[in-house]
């Protein structure tokens, strides 16, 4: 079996055959006008809208404040994800650019 493949037949295992190529225009045309033919641009299909569907999201309830041992306020995170976790810490992440202090209270699915 032959392992060397030159250029001209990878192309062709790759992207298979090309088309023949057109053929050349000769200038020894007496005079004659080419026909221009102006060819309309199909209409793209219209891409069907794809429902979102059914988004999992849960609530995340916090405790936050300030002051240790101070006013605590409540507050609640939505986070678009099923993992308690990442939910969890999506929540505190936000909570803690504004709080010192962040006590998760509870994860429930919405």
Known sequence: MNTELTEEEMRRALFGDSESPAPAIHSDVQGSVSDVVIVQPLKAAKKKKVSK???PRLRVTLRVGNEFEGKMHEMVHVADTL???????EATKTARKKFRFVEVVSVKSM
């Open 83 to 89: 993992s308690s976790l990442v939910a969890e810490q």
């Open 53 to 55: 569907g059914f988004t």
